[in-house]
């Protein structure tokens, strides 16, 4: 078996592969391509399994292509959608693009000395100059409208019970998919194309026009799409939000404790997808994991190595640390580590309240900051009396009655938490 479909194999990387795809992977140094559309200026967890495949691509001496769908990006893939998608304008399509090339860039080695070094396209580059007629000419000749309507993504969109049907915008996506993929082997030498499972039909809609077009041959590869053990879609906080690579759209705290909360079934499964970890490493990880599950030491793993590929060891430190406060025993001083962001998505949720950075430059009575100032307890006798029951905390750290709230007790230059008991938490904002 080829070495790269082999690593592939063991991760469970591999779905569908078009007959002759592993001889010419080990005939010679290949270009291959993965295209990402851009339907937002950040890419998600749903988007790794296909950058990984590019990483794997050139970790096994391959040349590969990511592909920014600044064309296609205007129409949107039908593919596994129930009804067409908003169609975007320019300037938003070109602000999401140049966030994904940023992104893209943190995995693939574009100046590489072995010669394969990757490549970064955008489709619009070569189809804004494209005549509707041309088009419809030197490409839609070649390609039956029977050949489209057999694809799955047509199929199962025209047989609906919506009766949404198919706009010919979204009927055209799979020829201009098709397109590129000809446009990449004329011009970049491109003989791959891989994939999720559901992309299928318009990589091999591809591969024909290669064939009737270019007089060549092209190759296909998809890897199966990710859910999880109980089928549920992957990807999703438990709130249903996106996980974004992007950290200002999903802190790196928040990134961590997703992969740190996965299910040890998923997790086993995903220590091989996610990371780069050789398999004996993996193996020994989930044997001790099974012997021991309760350290997660699998999950602990997984949310180390995925952090740092798309964040940093910094940002992961960070998020350790913000972890440790949350669920272990932190201090105020551990507390003042966190920058703003990091501090506000730990507790994200919990309730607010502002008061002027003027109100503790004298120093602010604690009573004061409990009740009066912010309600987060309902009147100051309230506050004494939980205060003389050393039930109150201010940045994790007990209180009594005669305590200042001052400049020196602020996270971040900013932030106070205040707490009663284990679990009832405020955030005092100092502007």
């Not at 990710?226 to 939000?241: I, L, P, R, V, W």
Request: hydrophobic share 35%.
């Amino acid at each position: 078996m080829n070495p790269l479909i082999e690593e592939l194999t063991w991760r469970g990387l591999v779905h569908n592969i078009m007959p002759g795809t592993e001889e010419q992977l080990s005939k010679e140094m290949t270009s291959g391509y993965v295209g990402f559309d851009p339907t937002a200026d950040s890419l998600h967890v749903g988007s790794l399994v296909p950058i990984f495949l590019l990483v794997h691509l050139q970790r096994h001496g391959h040349r590969p292509i990511a592909l920014v769908g600044g064309a296609t990006g205007f129409i949107g893939d039908p593919t596994g959608k129930a009804a067409e998608r908003s169609l975007l304008d320019e300037e938003t399509l070109n602000k999401y693009v140049a966030g994904i090339k940023a992104q893209l860039s943190r995995f693939l080695d574009f100046d590489s000395n072995n010669g394969n070094s990757a490549v970064l396209v955008n489709n619009y580059d070569w189809m804004k100059n494209f005549s509707f007629i041309d088009f419809a000419r030197n490409v839609g000749k070649h390609i039956t409208v029977n050949y489209m309507m057999s694809k799955d993504s047509v199929k199962s969109r025209l047989s609906s019970e919506s009766n949404v049907g198919m706009s010919f915008t979204e009927f055209t996506y799979q020829l201009i998919q098709g397109y590129d993929f000809l446009h990449l082997y004329q011009q970049y030498g491109a003989k791959l194309q891989m994939g999720g499972s559901d992309q299928w039909g318009n990589i091999t809609t591809g591969t024909e026009l290669i064939r009737r077009i270019g007089g060549g041959e092209g190759f296909a590869f998809t890897c199966p799409l990710t859910t999880k053990a109980d089928g549920t879609k992957f990807g999703k906080s438990e709130g249903g939000e996106n996980i974004w690579l992007d950290k200002k759209r999903t802190s790196p705290y928040k990134f961590y404790q997703f992969w740190l909360n996965q299910a040890d079934s998923d997790a086993e499964r995903y220590i091989r997808i996610y990371t780069f970890l050789e398999k004996e490493a993996i193996d020994d990880l989930i044997e001790r994991h099974r012997q021991e599950p309760h350290l997660r030491e699998l999950q602990r793993k997984l949310a180390t190595e995925i952090t740092i590929l798309v964040h940093g060891v910094e940002d992961l430190h960070k998020a350790e640390k913000a972890s440790q406060v949350l669920f272990g025993k932190s201090t105020s001083e551990d507390l003042k580590e966190l920058d703003g962001d990091t501090f506000l998505s730990v507790f994200e949720g919990v309730p607010q309240a502002t008061i002027s950075k003027e109100d503790i430059e004298a120093g602010l009575n604690i009573v004061e900051a409990l009740a009066e100032k912010t309600s987060f307890l309902k009147s100051n006798s309230e506050a004494r009396r939980e205060l003389k029951a050393n039930a109150m905390s201010v940045n994790k750290e007990k209180i009594g009655e005669d305590f200042v709230l001052t400049t020196e007790n602020l996270i971040a230059d900013k932030y106070v938490l205040l707490q009663k008991g284990k679990k009832n938490y405020f955030i005092l904002i100092v502007e």
